[in-house]
Nanobody, 121 residues
Framework: VQLQASGGGLVQPGGSLRLSCAAS????????MVWFRQALGKEREFVAA????????DYADSVKGRFTISKDNAKNTVYLQMNSLKPEDTAVYFC???????????????WGQGTLVTVSS
């Protein structure tokens, strides 16, 4: 499975962005999907996860109520809608796919290359 993340950019505080993670390869197998982020000089942190069938979602407390993870099955693409963005959301965002619904990054098998989100005025 190959994952291609896109949609990052520069946005003002309070603004919105939608990140995309397009999957190709063995997409007939449904995976749990996740978004992590890594700010400069910090460790990678969990942002949001979606179970393979959409029955479960999980969000970090820092983004709950502002970010939404979703999937378009026809396009094999997972999205992260980010609203009310804050400067502390600035980071490189990575999407991942794996067999287990978890917040543990090491348990995700496939990763995209990352897309940079900068929140600044």
């Amino acid at each position: 499975v190959q994952l291609q993340a896109s949609g990052g950019g520069l946005v003002q505080p309070g603004g919105s962005l939608r990140l995309s993670c397009a999957a190709s390869g063995a997409t007939s197998v449904s995976y749990n999907m996740v978004w992590f982020r890594q700010a400069l000089g910090k460790e990678r942190e969990f942002v949001a996860a979606r179970s393979w069938n959409g029955g479960m979602t999980d969000y970090a407390d820092s983004v709950k109520g502002r970010f939404t993870i979703s999937k378009d099955n026809a396009k094999n693409t997972v999205y992260l809608q980010m609203n009310s963005l804050k400067p502390e959301d600035t980071a490189v965002y990575f999407c991942g796919a794996g067999p287990i619904f978890t917040r543990v990054s090491a348990l995700y098998r496939y990763w995209g290359q990352g897309t940079l989100v900068t929140v600044s005025s």
